[in-house]
């Protein structure tokens, strides 16, 4: 049974999903940006099945967390934390994608306790960029304003984040839910959230990337993970893309799966 439930935040409902499951360690799911909960319904389906239980968030402007006046990466990483918090778990798994994966970084260095840690389809989030890594992603906002219509806009943000035409589509039907505007609003605190600074993770980190991923510089910087996080794995999914769990479904749950077991046997 997956139930679902609210929690108020200052300018913001925040949704998420609840399944109960027999093991003490809770799967909690962080998904990319312009898209919803919804995309990790095949990983639900798999933890549910292997008996983890699992919290699945809508993200603060995406999805059923709207409307919000503001957004950022440390505000979704609190709200996370006010979640896990409401829910009373003690062990959990965080699991992010994309945006995910920074709010998941944000949390770990903001709050920790977790027992394991796997981000995919990102890059390290508290490291020295280049100058102009760093303005390309704070301009891109103004591109995508100025030059896309939000029809072309959506198309070409769902095609250089998938490989397979299944993917592709329901990142499509995903990112209709949102208009331009909130698109807009949300992506300039995403834009803005690299900065420096040194952690060290108090749990397992595995970073996970799409063979294909073609997004940003992610794939320029997969060396740099066990330099920014001692320890971290780092593993390649081959014939997917930056959505690596709706490319290659299978074999991104078995990788999951293992990961989550590694870290609660």
Known sequence: MIIQKTLKREDCILVYDVSP???PAVAVLIHGYGVHRGMWKLQVKALREAGYPVINMDVRGHGASRPTKNFSVRAAAEDLNAIIQAEQCSKVVIVG???GGFVTQEYAALFGGALGYLVVGTTPMFMRYAKWEKLALQYSGLIMKYLYTWKSLK???????TFTPAAYKETMD???RMNKREFLISWQGFSTCLYERKIRLDAPLLMVCGDEDTRGTIKKHLADWPVQYPGCTVKTIPRAGHLANLDAPETFNKILLSFIKSCAP
């Open 155 to 161: 198309k070409a943000m769902a095609k250089g984040s």
């Open 174 to 176: 995903m990112f209709g």
């Open 97 to 99: 994608l994309s945006m």
């Open 21 to 23: 499951g027999e093991r």
